[in-house]
Every structure is written in structure tokens, then in C-alpha cells.
T-cell receptor
Framework: GEDVEQSLFLSVREGDSSVINCTYT??????LYWYKQEPGAGLQLLTY?????DMKQDQRLTVLLNKKDKHLSLRIADTQTGDSAIYFC???????????FGTGTRLKVLA | GAVVSQHPSRVICKSGTSVKIECRSL??????MFWYRQFPKKSLMLMAT?????????EQGVEKDKFLINHASLTLSTLTVTSAHPEDSSFYIC?????????????FGPGTRLTVT
């Protein structure tokens, strides 16, 4: 089945850029998503990218998609302490509406 | 728009009892709802997919007699953990989709923390 991997931790200084990476094994997902989870809370959709695109920018967020390498990344510009959270990438399971979540990256922003 | 609520947000129950968690879509009709379980510092594990008016589809390894799911209306799905045991303690999150938008986006509830003593 689909396997979606992320690095577990990332630590950056306030004001720097953060880059969170995600790799997946099945390339059939039409949309690929990035979600943010704060402690004890549900998931908040940050952004998504259509599989025919290779880049999408939304204010401080930039998503890059490399379909050949099956690699997705989320760049957060000017990272703030409020960005500290766990970030999950998600792809859709082939032919279904089900999400397959990545392992999650815990972002810590140092003041 | 697209708000999903869960109730309760936290529940503590004794071992052997049952507990019901509700998931509601507040401003849209959810044709499909999903139930996830999240262990501490882990990713979300899909437990089951629930379509309104039909039986839920459970993922492999999830006991359907233990985790009863009912999707009685287009705005409400319930998860009942029957005969709960301490190992059922977890964070349970639901999501909902109306499957009408182009992105098939799932909208997530805030989660329910279950502690079984």
C-alpha cells in the first residue's frame, strides 16, 4: 500500500524559512495536502496542490511537487513562534476518498 | 464555512463501560465521514469510513463490534467504543467531506480524548 514518510523533527529560528519534506510511493493522488495540528487539537488544512502543478504559493506558504521523485515539500517563509506545531502531508488513496497521512513533522520555532 | 464539531472533547470512563463520541458537520451535508485514531506523537490511523445511510467500512485490523459507527444523517456520525479497556485510550478524530468540491477535501473535527481507567 501507499507509504508516506516525513522527517520527524525540524527546529528553526524565528524569522527563518522552514522546509518540511514528504515522500510518497503511489503517484495516483489527484491532490496532495498539508495539514497543521496544534497540541490537543484537530487538523487544520493549510494548503493543497493539484498533481498537475509543480508549485503553488499562498502568502507565506510555498508547496513544491516533484512527481518524478514523488517528493512534496512545504516552505514556510518568515517562520513565527505560532507556526510551532505538527505538520502532516496527506495523499489520497488510489481510487478512493481516503487520505493516507505522512508520519508528521514536529516543527519547533525558537525565539 | 465547513465546520466539524465533536462531542465530548474529553471523556474519562471506567473499564468495561461504553462511550459514544459524536461528530457533526455544522454547515454542510457530509456524505462521507471518517474516523481516525491518533496515538501520542504518532500519525493518524484511519479506523473506518462512514457513508450516510449505509454500513461503515472498517480498515483492516479494526474490530467493528468494538468500534460501532452509525451515520444516521447527513450531519451526524457517532462512534461508540464498547466495553472499553485502557488500551482504547487515545485521541479520536473525525473528518467529513461533502464530495462535491473539486479537491475532495476532508474537514476535521477538534478531536476527542478518551481515557479509560
Amino acid at each position: 500500500g501507499e507509504d508516506v514518510e516525513q522527517s520527524l523533527f525540524l527546529s528553526v529560528r524565528e524569522g527563518d524559512s522552514s522546509v518540511i519534506n514528504c515522500t510518497y510511493t503511489d503517484s495516483s493522488s489527484t491532490y496532495l495536502y498539508w495539514y497543521k495540528q496544534e497540541p490537543g487539537a484537530g487538523l487544520q488544512l493549510l494548503t493543497y496542490i493539484f498533481s498537475n502543478m509543480d508549485m503553488k504559493q499562498d502568502q507565506r506558504l510555498t508547496v513544491l511537487l516533484n512527481k518524478k521523485d514523488k517528493h512534496l515539500s512545504l516552505r514556510i517563509a518568515d517562520t513565527q513562534t505560532g507556526d510551532s506545531a505538527i505538520y502532516f502531508c496527506a495523499v489520497t488513496d488510489s481510487g478512493t476518498y481516503k487520505y493516507i497521512f505522512g508520519t508528521g513533522t514536529r516543527l519547533k520555532v525558537l525565539a | 464555512g465547513a465546520v466539524v464539531s465533536q462531542h465530548p472533547s474529553r471523556v474519562i470512563c471506567k473499564s468495561g463501560t461504553s462511550v459514544k463520541i459524536e461528530c457533526r458537520s455544522l454547515d454542510f451535508q457530509a456524505t462521507t465521514m471518517f474516523w481516525y485514531r491518533q496515538f501520542p506523537k504518532k500519525s493518524l490511523m484511519l479506523m473506518a469510513t462512514s457513508n450516510e445511510g449505509s454500513k461503515a467500512t472498517y480498515e483492516q485490523g479494526v474490530e467493528k463490534d468494538k468500534f460501532l459507527i452509525n451515520h444516521a444523517s447527513l450531519t451526524l456520525s457517532t462512534l461508540t467504543v464498547t466495553s472499553a479497556h485502557p488500551e482504547d485510550s487515545s485521541f479520536y478524530i473525525c473528518s467529513a467531506t461533502d464530495r462535491t468540491g473539486p479537491t475532495n477535501e476532508q474537514y476535521f473535527g477538534p478531536g476527542t480524548r478518551l481515557t479509560v481507567t
